[in-house]
């Protein structure tokens, strides 16, 4: 994976993009410019395998660009797009992977490490609550019986 650094331009669509980021939805401008410089922007090649299910994780991962599938325990698989976040729980708990993802496409991702996250819960704890509760909203939706076809 390549990382790069997109200068100006790049930060601010860093922050477009992680506002469109349910689990960052909630936090300010502000918030949302000290997440943008914590980020590193990656570029990934097709095929390239962002997580595994099992495996230790500490990072993670919006995507930018490009299309990656998840699938947990070998089946089920989801489709993920620009504005995606995956790895979050690992990042938040320091458990295992719960799925798989791998990159359908080239792709751009903003990766988030477990070292800026911490710094970023130092500096502005404003943000561990509000993610805490973007986390909460989603467990909640998660619970809620879906609809039979």
Request: proline fraction near 6%.
């Amino acid at each position: 994976m390549a990382r790069g650094t997109r200068g100006r331009r790049g930060k601010d669509r860093k922050v477009e993009l992680l506002r469109d980021v349910p689990l960052f939805s909630a936090c300010t401008g502000r918030e949302l410019k000290r997440i943008a410089s914590l980020v590193d922007e990656v570029d990934v090649p097709e095929g390239k395998v962002l997580m595994r299910q099992g495996k230790p994780g500490t990072d993670c991962f919006v995507i930018a660009e490009g299309t990656a599938k998840a699938s947990m325990r070998g089946r089920k698989s989801v489709r993920l797009g620009p504005g995606s976040c995956v790895g979050e729980m690992s990042l938040l708990d320091g458990n295992p992977r719960s799925a798989t993802v791998t990159a359908e496409t080239p792709m751009q991702i903003l990766v988030l490490g477990s070292r800026a996250f911490s710094r970023l819960l130092d500096d502005v704890p404003e943000v561990g609550r509000r993610i805490m509760k973007a986390l909460a909203v989603r467990l909640r939706d998660a619970e809620r019986p879906q609809p039979q076809h």
